[in-house]
């Protein structure tokens, strides 16, 4: 089957956004709106962990409940194991809608493998939260001083509408359909240097993130800046790149330096050094921490989610960005990676060229494993 050339979700122009930069900014309020909830909070989340960040969320689940407030958590059931069954009766006792998405056997591998990897909050019918941050306390920088960088776009206006929808759709598969949607009230004038679009990705038939990446590194002018913790991307991603870094434009990428939770997958990452450098994509190491930010931006536009451009991605998993034209919001982000490259070591070819022999074993080795998740990932694919 081919992959179908048009998109879940149309442009929306009435629309405003905020980059949040870890978990002091983006915690802190998202906590705010749910406190200040009315009718309802969804929250997507692939990991939900106990500890001291998923209490303060609970706490506030709980009693946004109990003063009436509809609160459904859908919440991958593989990225659940963290959280514990004490933590899951309070919810529930509150009364707050629970579900965990597929619950993983291993007597059905291959259904196992599809998870939900979706970053996502809602609050009542106006304020959004999407990007690349989990409910787990290495995301807090009060609770860890080795606390992962990320980040979270800050949504109100008409395009919430749609997280709604994407929520309900994948929802209501696995329970009964949310009637929480109103009227959407989308400006009758459509401004083009202001609007956005929600991306889709459900693996290979269903891919708008990748789709749409492609499409905007292929028609970049400028600039073309990445950064991504697990980079294993595929081969038609990393030829655009070097294509256009070949033709003048300035492709960045930022990846995670001596700080990893995978070391393997940055050992894989690392394969593809030689032939970025030798293309002149600049590629570069975060050093402070263990950057988990999730952004591509291409000239005037972005796109901000939970895709890693892995994979998995490509594969298996369910994932949601969001595409944006925004001047406000655009100079945030760039003002984050000039930040993120003076906080990280560039990549000089003639220095990769001269790597030691245990690195290179270590890059060989992680080729491997790729090309057998490869191999799993095509057989098994969503």
Not at 21 to 28: M, Q
Not at 123 to 139: K, L, R
Not at 199 to 204: D, E, N, P, Q, R
Not at 304 to 311: K, R, T, V
């Amino acid at each position: 089957m081919k992959h179908s050339k048009s998109y879940q979700y149309p442009w929306r122009y009435n629309n405003t956004f905020q980059l949040l930069i870890d978990g002091n900014e983006y915690f802190s309020s998202m906590l705010d709106e749910i406190k200040n909830a009315k009718k309802h909070i969804l929250l997507e989340q692939y990991l939900f962990e106990s500890g001291n960040t998923a209490d303060q969320f609970i706490n506030e689940f709980c009693l946004a409940q109990q003063r009436g407030v509809c609160v459904y958590l859908l919440i991958d059931d593989y990225g659940s194991a963290g959280l514990s069954d004490d933590d899951k009766e309070k919810l529930t006792s509150a009364g707050v809608s629970l579900h965990l998405y597929n619950p993983a056997s291993i007597f059905h591998f291959s259904k196992s493998l599809k998870r939900d990897h979706r970053k996502l909050l809602v609050v009542d019918n106006h304020t959004a939260f999407i990007g690349g941050a989990c409910i787990m306390d290495e995301f807090t920088p009060d609770v860890r001083n080795d606390y992962w960088h990320d980040v979270m776009l800050k949504i109100q206006g008409d395009i919430v509408f749609d997280l709604i929808d994407s929520f309900n759709d994948i929802w209501k598969k696995q329970k009964e359909s949310l009637q929480i949607f109103q009227e959407k009230t989308d400006a009758l004038t459509k401004n083009e240097k202001h609007k956005a679009r929600i991306l889709i990705s459900a693996g290979t038939e269903k891919n708008e993130i990748i789709r749409s990446v492609i499409k905007r590194i292929r028609n970049s002018k400028q600039h073309v800046w990445l950064t991504s913790p697990y980079f294993i991307s595929s081969w038609k991603i990393r030829r655009v790149l070097r294509h256009a870094a070949k033709r003048g434009v300035d492709v960045r990428l930022v990846f995670p330096g001596p700080h990893s939770d995978h070391k393997w997958v940055s050992y894989g990452i690392q394969r593809y050094y030689q032939r970025l450098l030798k293309a002149n994509v600049a590629v570069y190491e975060f050093q402070p921490r263990f950057t988990h930010a999730k952004i591509i931006l291409c000239d005037d536009w972005y796109s901000i989610g939970s895709s890693n451009l892995d994979l998995w991605n490509q594969y298996l998993n369910l994932d949601a960005n969001i595409e944006i034209y925004d001047a406000v919001s655009h100079q945030q982000i760039i003002e984050l990676f000039k930040t993120d490259f003076a906080k990280s070591n560039p990549i000089l070819l003639h220095k990769w060229n001269t790597r030691s022999f245990l690195q290179h074993a270590k890059e060989l080795i992680s080729g491997v494993m790729i090309k057998l998740l490869r191999a799993i990932s095509r057989k098994f694919k969503r």
